[in-house]
């Protein structure tokens, strides 16, 4: 069976933070911050992945950054 683990260093931990970024036209001008994202990241490397947060909201991220 294939071992998995970060693709930059094969590192088996990681770690997730959320993120807000603002649109392009009039929400970047206002500031306006609708575009949510999960970040996963190796504890190891620092090596990250975005995943749209409504897209993923169901599903355990850190297994898809794993391959899993």
């Known amino acids: 069976m294939e071992e ?3 693709i930059k260093c094969g590192g088996t931990e990681a770690d997730t ?3 807000a970024a603002s649109g392009t036209g009039l929400s970047k001008m206002f500031d306006v911050q609708h575009n949510h994202f999960v970040v996963v990241f190796c504890t ?3 090596y990250s992945e975005l995943y749209n947060k409504k897209a993923s909201a169901s599903s355990n991220v850190i297994d ?3 391959g899993g």
């Open 4 to 6: 998995k683990g970060c």
């Open 17 to 19: 933070k959320e993120i």
């Open 44 to 46: 190891n490397c620092g």
């Open 64 to 66: 898809f950054f794993f």
